[in-house]
Every structure is written in C-alpha cells, then in structure tokens.
C-alpha cells in the first residue's frame, strides 16, 4: 500500500451536514455563506439539502430567504435552467437547537 503524502482535507471526509454542524457550534457564520469561500465550495443544492435534513432531524432552525420562493415560481412557468440550481448562492439563515448542539458534540453522523 502506498500512503499519500498530503491527507484529504477534512471538508471532503466528513458530511455536509457534520460540516454545518460544526460550523453553527464554532458561531463561524452562516453555514452557507462560509463554506462559498472555500476553494471548491459544496453546490447550492447539497447545501439546501443539508439544511433541509438537519432542520427535518430538529438540529437546526432555519429561515429561508425569498431564492426557494423565486425558484418555485420560475420551475411553475419552466424558466428555470439545470445550472442555476447549483451555482445560485443560498439565501438563509439558522440557528443551532439544542438537539443541533448535542449532535454537533458527538463524534455521530445526524
């Protein structure tokens, strides 16, 4: 077996959603707005994904900005495109539960 000489960054180890977790825990920012800045940032549509799973588990409380409500109504006319799902920035803001926080402590997958 050869061992690599650099290990895979940690933000393509774990999950999404350890990542988000985490980030809330640490108060680094909106989970969205700070993981854009990394050099290859998750697509706008694993990042809703996440959000959506977490805040279905109770860990986090989100409110979601007026990007879902425009894609709605372009999808209900049919003007939206395959690319604009995943390059369009996300518009929310959460907020860790308790639940979230005990998740985040826990060396666990949600």
Sequence with gaps: H????????EMLRVG???????ILLLDLGEPSSFLYKAV???SALAMRNSL???EGLGAVECEWGDDGA???QEAA????DSSSATNDTLQVASGLTALGFHLASLPVDP
Aim: charged share 30%.
């Design 70 to 72: 425009r894609r709605k």
């Design 16 to 22: 999404l959603e350890d990542l988000v977790l985490q």
């Design 77 to 80: 006319i049919g003007a939206v």
């Design 40 to 42: 290859n940032p998750p």
């Design 2 to 9: 050869d061992l690599q000489e650099y290990q895979q960054p």
């Design 52 to 54: 959506k799973l977490l």
